[in-house]
């Protein structure tokens, strides 16, 4: 499939279509073996914390030197969504 094209016949507002977003790439890049993998090691580490599906509002994050730490979700994910 070529970049860039779009598929879906939803027209709502925020849909990709509607909003020009393409998901191609995005769908590709999360189904790779390693983003599974990175992926199951986060929920693991959520899980040995306690943390996993009781609406604590925590996440394991990242530190600089490797560890992981429990953090705010809203402060883990909103410092690694990206520079606009």
């Given amino acids: ?16 279509k509607a909003t020009g977003r393409d998901y191609s790439y995005d769908k590709e890049y999360q189904s790779s073996k390693e983003r599974k993998s990175y992926r199951a090691s986060l929920n693991k580490a959520n899980r040995k914390a306690g943390t996993y599906g009781n609406q604590d509002g925590k996440d394991m ?24």
Avoid at 5 to 11: D, L, R, S, V, Y
Avoid at 61 to 84: D, P
């Fill in 1 to 16: 499939m070529a970049k860039n094209t779009i598929k879906a016949k939803n027209t709502r507002k925020g849909s990709n």
């Fill in 61 to 84: 994050s990242h530190t600089k030197s490797g560890k992981m730490v429990k953090e705010a979700q809203s402060k883990n994910r909103a410092r690694n969504r990206g520079k606009k």
